[in-house]
């Protein structure tokens, strides 16, 4: 994601990932800890666990987006606004809370999201993806033309994170002009991935419909499942209910994973109008217009919430879950994964969800990703 709409994946240049996908970055050294933090997602009770797609993979109803870690980009503030420290505090209330469902892409920092986890992987004694539900994602950049690529960029994405294995695979993005027609070869990739063992399910990022239903026949072919489709999605931007998006993710047995449940901040209640926004280029997301547009949204996020004892970003996610869907919110510090945390063990009732989207569908939709008309 970058900054040119609020769901954009980070461009990765060739400084970080070489043509055959093999990593340039030098490992960085672990934090010392003085005592390690088992996974905990036995702490959820049946309800707030969920299959990916028909892939027989469980995980938590609400995961964890690793994007902002160790982000070189300067979108999310990192080393301004926090450090590899506070991420790492994120990681252990994510375990302490039972949400192990944690999603990176190697484009993500360039490669220093996915060597965050493998750090934080060896810290905690948590070296199987059975312990912690890792995601990551394949990027189908320019020099990536075959189906070969995407099993060479998994291997590379498992040796940063130091797994036998992940949890989930992805396409980040489709191939569009260079590798617009490489598309099949890199669902095929995807197949090969699973039949190599190197993951225990696959999926895709920002497909449109008809992506959506062409990768799942495709595979399909070879008896694997399409087991998601990452999209954007929140009470700002629900574009995937009216784009034929999550009607062909429901057609298909295909989990709607959404990101930016939180639309980067904005339902989070903490930018208000006037007030101070935050860090770097994602402050172009915070114009006062924009927050006087969303006031309405927030004022009834307020509401709902002092009549449960919730916050607004746990009212906006909890809104997702109930609409079917896995959010995976971002976290930089433990304090923000423990608001995250709050989301689940409670639903928002018929009235509630109704309340909500009639208001959110009052409210001009945030931007999409251009990639989800390609």
């Not at 312990?131 to 590379?156: E, G, N, Y």
């Not at 993951?199 to 062409?214: D, L, P, Q, Y």
């Not at 509630?352 to 390609?374: N, Q, R, Y």
């Amino acid at each position: 994601m970058n900054m040119l709409s609020s769901s954009v994946p980070h461009a990765a240049g060739k400084q970080a990932f070489s043509r055959n996908g093999a990593n340039n970055i030098q490992r960085l050294s672990p934090i010392a800890r003085t005592a390690s933090i088992p996974a905990s997602s036995d702490k959820l009770a049946p309800s707030e666990i969920v299959e990916l797609g028909k892939s027989g993979v469980k995980v938590p109803c609400v995961g964890l987006g690793a994007w902002s870690w160790g982000d070189r980009s300067g979108y999310w503030g990192y080393e301004k606004e926090y450090g590899k420290s506070q991420s790492r505090d994120a990681w252990d209330a994510a375990l302490k809370s039972g949400l192990t469902f944690i999603d990176t892409a190697e484009v993500y920092g360039f490669g220093k999201s996915e060597e965050f986890i493998g750090d934080f992987l060896q810290e905690t004694g948590t070296k199987e993806p059975t312990d912690v539900q890792i995601a990551t994602k394949f990027a189908p950049l320019p020099w990536r033309l075959s189906s070969k690529s995407v099993p060479i960029a998994l291997k590379a994405s498992l040796e940063r994170m130091r797994l036998p294995r992940t949890t989930l695979y992805m396409q980040h993005w489709p191939g569009f002009f260079i590798n617009a027609f490489s598309n099949d070869a890199y669902i095929e990739g995807l197949a090969a991935c699973k039949q190599q063992d190197l993951c225990e399910a696959v999926g895709v990022s920002n497909f449109n419909a008809e992506r959506t239903r062409k990768a799942a026949a495709r595979l399909g072919q070879s008896g694997i499942p399409l087991a998601s489709n990452q999209v954007q999605y929140s009470l700002l931007y629900r574009a995937p209910e009216t784009n034929g998006v999550l009607e062909a993710c429901r057609e298909g047995g295909t989990t709607l994973v959404a990101y930016s449940p939180l639309c980067q901040g904005l339902l989070t209640g903490k930018y208000t109008v006037g007030g101070p926004r935050p860090f770097g280029p994602r402050s172009a997301l915070f114009s006062d217009q924009r927050r006087r547009e969303v006031e309405p949204l927030l004022s009834l996020l307020h509401a709902i919430g002092k009549e449960r004892q919730k916050t607004p970003a746990q009212i906006s996610i909890n809104w997702c879950v109930c609409k079917g869907t896995l959010p995976i919110p971002g976290a930089k510090d433990a304090q923000q994964m423990e608001d995250i945390a709050g989301a689940i063990g409670w639903r928002l009732s018929d009235g509630e969800m109704a309340e909500l989207d009639k208001v959110s569908s009052s409210i001009p939709a945030s931007t999409g990703a251009p990639f989800e008309k390609w």
